[in-house]
């Protein structure tokens, strides 16, 4: 499973550089016996390491789809077209795994006349989720103001998505590292004639489990990627129906598949298909996010154990439901607690 990338370090690796070019380290007062005649000699300076900070608790996608945290000057200049939106729906721009048709919403610009005043599209979801946010709760305002949330921006939603190929993915992904998963992909692509990215479903679902696992795939994975072909070549999935259908019908749809997990799939629901009122009771790092949201000491709950060793189900529950329809943007920031200074909002 692919892992959040990190930017702290370097930042504060590069302050280390530049504050140290203007200065310079203090010698060992201790002075050592000089021989008669000798040159006094400078003691050498020992090179301080930049300070790492805590290790974040992100959580890995697993459908490599995880967003990345980027900085506030780092957002696109450029808005992509905007289309109609809906937190309660399918939001990402999806592509058929069989026919290559794209499915999305409907471009604004093509019926502006019929569009009810104000509606909410790709370019203002982002923006409409954070004020609600923040209206919810004003310590969620440095987290927003800090984070910048690329996987619900106009660009993100932008990007074209094969859920065939991010469910496949995150099966591979699975128990191995992000080098190892690659490496796997790579192969179990090479399987297949052709020059495209990924291989459909119906080139997938006649192959032998024997071939499949030529690639690398444990026995157990190419069983499970060989049924996700077989339930998208039979049409029980199909992009348009991950589309179309209400987050309930799609949960059960896709979990009804060998190989996805209720998390697994709450991930695709997220940051797949873009949908933005999907939250996770079972992932610890937003468990422990939200402990560290609330005040609780994260590092004394740590060796406490159990399930719900940082905040209990209800307690998740209860303050979740408050930011829906927006609980898959909540449930990001929740991931960037510990690197954000939230202690001027208490």
């Known amino acids: ?17 530049t504050s140290s070019a203007g200065s310079r380290q203090t010698a060992n007062p201790r002075k050592r016996k000089q021989s008669p005649g000798a040159t006094p000699s400078t003691p050498p300076q020992k090179r301080q390491r930049p300070a790492i900070p805590p290790a ?30 809906d937190p309660q729906t399918t939001n990402a721009t999806l592509l058929s795994p069989e026919t290559s048709r794209v499915i999305t919403h ?7 006349s019929k569009l009810p005043q104000p509606s909410t599209t790709t370019a203002t979801l982002l923006e409409e989720a954070n004020t609600h946010l923040i209206k919810v709760d004003e310590r969620m305002r440095p987290l927003v ?23 496949a993915s995150g099966i591979i992904s699975q128990q191995v590292s992000g080098a190892a998963a690659k490496s796997i992909k790579a192969k179990f692509v090479a399987l297949f004639e052709g020059d495209r990215r990924f291989p459909h479903p119906s080139d997938v679902a006649p192959l032998p489990i024997e071939r499949l696992r030529t690639a690398g795939l444990s026995q157990r994975k190419a069983e499970y990627i060989k049924g996700l072909a077989e339930k998208f070549v039979s049409g029980e999935l199909s992009a348009q129906m991950l589309n179309d259908a209400p987050y309930e019908e ?43 949201f609330v005040g609780k000491d994260v590092a004394k709950l740590k060796n406490k ?30 991931w960037r607690v510990e690197e954000t200074d939230i202690s001027t909002m208490e």
């Open 1 to 17: 499973m692919a892992t959040a990338t990190r930017r702290s370090s370097r930042l504060s690796s590069l302050a280390e550089r």
């Open 56 to 85: 974040p608790t992100p959580t890995p996608s697993a459908v490599g789809l995880m967003a990345h945290a980027t900085l506030t000057a780092e957002r696109p200049a450029n808005p992509m077209v905007a289309r109609l939106a």
């Open 106 to 112: 409907t471009n604004v610009t093509a019926i502006p």
């Open 145 to 167: 103001e800090n984070n910048f949330c690329r996987v619900f921006s106009p660009e993100g939603l932008a990007e074209v998505i094969d859920p065939f190929e991010s469910l």
């Open 250 to 292: 799609v949960l059960g749809q896709l979990i009804a598949v060998r190989g996805l997990g209720k998390w697994s799939v709450e991930m695709f629901a997220c940051f797949g298909l873009k949908r933005m009122d999907v939250f996770s009771l079972g992932d610890l790092g937003v468990q422990r996010g939200m402990a560290a």
């Open 305 to 334: 154990g159990g399930k719900w060793k940082y905040m209990s189900e209800k307690e998740m529950l209860e303050l979740s439901e408050k930011f829906a329809p927006y609980r898959s943007l909540f449930m990001w920031y929740m």
